[in-house]
């Protein structure tokens, strides 16, 4: 463990770190295994606990990349930029919770506050992994990014998806309900659009703002990206959620998890806490398909073909779902991206900002769609 006790009031304005790591793909574990945490004036449980990659906007591994809040550089220093500004007090700690000892170079730059500290909010950044899924039936598809309570402002969320059987996963709408909204004051038009891209392309993208730091390919395996909320923060007075729809659930499997930053005054409630190693390293096996008799060369027929996990996750049964192959492909009830000569699902509905059987505005089934869907189905 590494940890820095500073003095207040003072604000951080530049955190530097340089670790030595093994050589990919090793170094995604261990880059779980660290965790960077901080208190402010002695508070029981931290304002920011997020596995060490993941605080610097990028999992897994460590992938070079420049934003303007924080990256990673070719030479290996990790950089954050957040402006953190305290009170009394502030503890800056890395925690070592695997097996090796590992040699880090930590800095940490701060200068005195502006202005009165009861201006500033306190900086949050929490990790974590299907944290207060809706109860409701009709909310099945939203998955809470970030919900908080008290008076702040949303500033950014890094989101890590491991679908290692692959699909689309980018359809699903970012919503962000604000001081307690029925309806989303924002709602999206889909995940690749709120992190700043399109057609599901697997090409890395680095900018000041929103970036794409990590992509297997084709949708498949691993894919992280980043969007920060500087210049278009969300404030907000009583509560705040950001959802994104997750289309795809953790049987299938595919898996979510975020890091979230955002300010919240003192008397604030941030509800996330620690999350053990287990849980947050570990859970990306690669599969291992066994062949059983009955299935064909690509080892998916009509349920003859199962593959197994090695190591269960959250939400996960044990079983690889096979998947039924057909001439049109079908990602959500949503026809791939052919020509509408050949597709006449897509040229039925496709301009009405491609409507999926379920309704992605409230989650009731669409009979309309349907019935186009299977119509063009069948005519394919």
């Known amino acids: 463990m590494v940890a820095d006790q500073l003095a207040g009031p003072r604000a951080i304005t530049l955190i530097r770190a340089k670790v030595d790591l093994p050589a990919a793909p090793a170094d995604r574990d261990v880059l779980r295994e660290l965790a960077l945490q901080i208190r402010w004036e002695g508070e029981t449980s931290p304002s920011v606990w997020v596995p060490f990659g993941d605080f610097f906007g990028t999992a897994p591994g460590a992938n070079p990349y420049r934003a303007f809040p924080c990256g990673l550089t070719e030479d290996g220093w990790w950089y954050a930029n957040w402006y953190m500004p305290f009170g009394q007090s502030a503890e800056v700690k890395v925690i070592n919770e695997g097996k090796v000892d590992r040699k880090l170079k930590l800095e940490i730059y701060h200068e005195p506050l502006p202005g009165e500290v009861a201006q500033f909010g306190r900086f949050h950044a929490k990790w974590h992994r299907d944290q207060f899924l809706p109860a409701e039936p009709e909310r099945a598809i939203d998955w809470p990014m970030l919900k908080t309570t008290g008076r702040g402002r949303f500033v950014g969320v890094m989101l890590h998806i491991w679908s290692p059987r692959g699909g689309w996963w980018g359809e699903g709408d970012e919503k962000f309900f604000v001081d307690g909204e029925k309806f989303p004051s924002t709602f ?67 898996f979510y998890a975020s890091t979230v930053y955002w300010y919240l005054a003192p008397d604030g409630r941030d509800p996330y806490q620690v999350v053990p190693v287990a849980e947050r390293a570990n859970y990306y096996v690669q599969p291992v398909v066994q062949k059983v008799p009955g299935s064909d060369r690509r080892g998916s027929t009509k349920g003859a073909c199962q593959d197994r996990r090695q190591s269960a996750g959250p939400g996960y049964d044990g079983l690889w779902r096979p998947v039924e192959r057909r001439r049109t492909s079908v990602v959500d009830g949503c026809p791939a991206r052919r020509s509408a000569r050949t597709c006449p699902a897509r040229r039925s509905y496709w301009p009405v900002r491609c409507l999926s059987p379920t309704d992605q505005s409230t989650g009731l089934r669409n009979r309309a769609a349907m019935a186009r869907w299977e119509e063009a189905r069948r005519s394919d």
């Open 188 to 254: 999206g038009t889909g995940s690749e659009d709120y992190f700043g891209y399109a057609w599901s392309s697997p090409t890395l993208f680095f900018h000041p703002l929103h970036n794409q730091t990590f992509n297997s390919g084709n949708c498949k395996g691993h894919i992280s990206v980043n969007r920060f909320h500087i210049a278009d923060q969300i404030p907000f007075q009583k509560s705040f959620e950001a959802d994104i729809e997750k289309y795809y659930a953790n049987a299938k499997p595919a």
